[in-house]
């Protein structure tokens, strides 16, 4: 007795498995998205029966973290199981019971039928004229037929195989229209069937018990790499006297496999790409090299970046928001280790690995401008826009685009993460302040002194402002600092610069008046052993 009951129970369980799946379409509902992966949530419904079912869910991302699947349910359904999969095959995928599938489905089988009508009746007709064929030599093993009878067998033979053949030609061509008209049912039944799934492999295949028959709704929350976004920034400014104007925006990049329709947005903060910033002096140590090594290397730090400028018009995204609309649909919550945007405005973003913008936020930021020159880098002056209390703005890493004075100058890259308590934000370079930086030949040279070799380099800094106003400027110039003691560096001149002895860069805060330029002068002397060479001096 206990071997039939608990066959019996193995029966009902295997057959409760074994039913046909109930398949759904998820939809895409808000999407939370991080710098390298989203938290994707999705809503279905689903019609589903008393007892235990197989739901199969489709239009989900192609690659998620199985791990991260939360299945909510009413309380009278139980989720017993969960599994994701890219290769879900069943012969009952296609929904028979929705009304356009079963339409396409029965003409499908209409026309199915009459392609097999014509295709009997033409293979009838190719028959019976491979027969007539095969006969037509009759006359010729019969000589006894008459010269009458031959004529009307020929006649017979020509007018039959001339019916036989149109008609074959006929039925030929109604097949091929069949046939075409079969390939289109089955596009449309193709169409059908995937509704939403277009581009998307992946299922979550559900085991659930269900108290009452009825339909459930279902809420899913997962997490995919599919998806990411990084902050990006316009910085506009019409002159030195006015604040800047910054649109906050972000772009999201997705290849979940699915389209975001409608979908609400948030976006939490990560670690952006770097990008080019404007030239900062480190500290110029002089060291040994190889007496082989005989050429004089005058490499720059690489980490030392510059505004890659263009002179061109900028022209604005025609999709930008105005200002308060952006204020009013965008909601920023900060805690101690992220920010994040909610965004009120539904977005559609494609599953196309293009990145799409979204728009966050518009900030005034109040800004003083001064020039910053580095001659010995670059010789043409840099506009930095130093904003104080900038911690307020939430601001992330990000590239941004500087338009200035309505022309589009090039990029800079904005770090709120500096420890300064003011952020200097570099809005290109001014081709109305020329900077030279030229050797003075004759204050500078070689001299040998027993086992010693002593070289004096000078230097002029010639600042010219062009431009119709004053301006106040930052120029900076810097001599080497020795880290062996076998290397004696002297500073013969610095011109009233404010020096930093542990870097050795050279400062000057001066004030250019329209049309007006200025000369400074640096001179320093390096002293090592004759018979070394340093390899970067």
């Not at 396409?104 to 295709?119: A, F, G, Q, W």
């Not at 006929?170 to 581009?199: F, P, Q, R, V």
């Not at 709120?416 to 040279?445: F, Q």
Request: proline fraction near 3%; aromatic fraction near 8%.
């Amino acid at each position: 007795m206990k071997k039939i009951i608990l066959g019996l129970t193995l029966l009902i369980s295997v057959s409760l498995f074994a039913q046909k799946p109930i398949f759904t379409t998820a939809k895409v509902k808000a999407a939370t998205v991080y710098v390298n992966s989203a938290e994707l949530s999705q809503t279905t419904s689903v019609s589903l029966p008393k007892g235990t079912s197989e739901i199969v869910i489709k239009n989900v991302a192609d690659y998620l973290n199985e791990s991260t699947v939360q299945i909510k349910a009413p309380k009278n359904t139980t989720v017993l199981s969960v599994q994701f999969t890219k290769n879900y095959i069943s012969e009952y995928e296609i929904d028979e019971s929705n009304p356009a599938i079963k339409k396409v489905r029965d003409s499908i089988n209409l026309v199915t039928k009459e392609i097999n009508k014509v295709y009997n009746q033409r293979t009838s007709y190719n028959k019976t004229i491979e027969l007539l064929d095969k006969n037509q030599q009759v006359s010729g093993a019969n000589s006894t037929l008459s010269v009458t009878e031959l004529m009307k067998l020929v006649d017979y033979y020509n007018a039959k195989r001339t019916e036989l053949s149109n008609l074959v030609n006929t039925y030929t061509e109604k097949e091929s229209k069949l046939k075409e008209k079969l390939s289109k049912l089955n596009s449309k039944l193709e169409i059908n069937t995937k509704n939403e799934e277009k581009t998307s492999k992946g299922k979550l295949i559900l085991q659930v018990m269900n108290d009452f028959a009825g339909t459930v709704d279902l809420d899913i929350n997962y997490l995919t790499q599919g998806a990411s976004w990084q902050p990006f920034y316009d910085l506009r400014a019409e002159n030195i006297s006015s604040p800047i104007d910054m649109l906050y925006k972000g772009q999201v990049t997705q290849n979940t496999g699915i389209d975001w329709k409608k979908v609400k947005l948030t976006l939490s903060s990560g670690n952006p790409n770097q990008s080019n910033i404007a030239p900062i002096l480190q500290a110029w140590f002089l060291r040994f090299g190889n007496p082989n090594y005989s050429y004089n290397n005058r490499n720059l730090n690489a980490s030392m970046n510059v505004i890659q400028s263009m002179d061109k018009k900028y022209k604005a995204e025609a999709d930008e928001l105005k200002e308060s609309t952006v204020s009013d649909y965008t909601t920023i919550s900060e805690n101690q280790l992220n920010i994040s945007f909610d965004i009120d405005v539904p977005y559609d973003i494609l599953s196309n690995g293009k990145a799409h913008s979204v728009a966050l936020k518009e900030i005034k930021l109040p800004a003083s401008y001064k020039y910053y020159g580095v001659p010995k880098m670059e010789k043409e002056a840099f506009l930095l826009a130093e904003i104080n209390d900038y911690s307020k703005f939430n601001l992330l890493p990000g590239e941004a685009n500087i338009i200035f004075e309505g022309t589009y100058v090039g990029k800079t890259f904005i770090n709120p993460n500096e420890t300064a308590d003011t952020l200097n934000l570099s809005m290109g370079r001014d081709k109305k302040i020329s900077i030279k930086r030229e050797k003075v030949v004759d204050k500078s040279g070689t001299k040998f002194l027993s086992s010693y070799k002593e070289q004096i380099f000078t230097y002029d800094i010639i600042v010219r402002n062009n431009k119709k106003e004053s301006i106040d400027m930052l120029l900076k110039d810097q001599y080497p600092i020795s880290t062996d003691k076998e290397i004696i560096i002297e500073l013969l001149e610095k011109d009233k610069a404010k020096v930093n002895e542990e870097t050795g860069v050279l400062t000057w805060k001066i004030n250019l008046k329209s049309n007006e330029t200025k000369k400074f002068r640096i001179s320093y002397k390096v002293k090592y052993p004759k018979d070394k060479i340093i390899q970067n001096l």
